[in-house]
Nanobody, 119 residues
Framework: QVQLVESGGGLVQPGGSLRLSCAAS????????MAWYRQAPGKQRELVAD???????NYASSVVGRFTISRDNAKDTVYLQMNSLKPEDTAVYSC?????????????WGQGTQVTVSS
């Protein structure tokens, strides 16, 4: 349905910022929900933020006020701006697309990008 490629991860000091990008292989305008998840070592994968077609956003309580998700339909790209990063934000961040078609939900995942917050 759609291939997703994340970029922008890396090593950053506490209090720093990073912007993750998720480039899609097709137009994302009709994809119902685009989301970012993360998984830290030894922990379950958790939803970080998602954004629906109409622009409605949803955030995990731990990132509210620090992270911002956005989608640029013209560039087929979803972004996650991460500010005031903390060591507990360290994880592999993955992009997710949820498409509803023909009565079925289709889920696609990117390969993930590592974010490490450390001094």
């Amino acid at each position: 349905q759609v291939q997703l490629v994340e970029s922008g991860g890396g090593l950053v000091q506490p209090g720093g910022s990073l912007r993750l990008s998720c480039a899609a292989s097709r137009n994302i305008e009709s994809i119902n929900v685009m989301a970012w998840y993360r998984q830290a070592p030894g922990k379950q994968r958790e939803l970080v933020a998602d954004i629906a077609i109409g622009g409605r956003t949803n955030y995990a309580s731990s990132v509210v006020g620090r992270f911002t998700i956005s989608r640029d339909n013209a560039k087929d790209t979803v972004y996650l701006q991460m500010n005031s990063l903390k060591p507990e934000d360290t994880a592999v961040y993955s992009c997710n697309a949820r498409l509803y078609s023909g009565g079925v939900w289709f889920l696609e995942w990117g390969q993930g990008t590592q974010v490490t917050v450390s001094s």
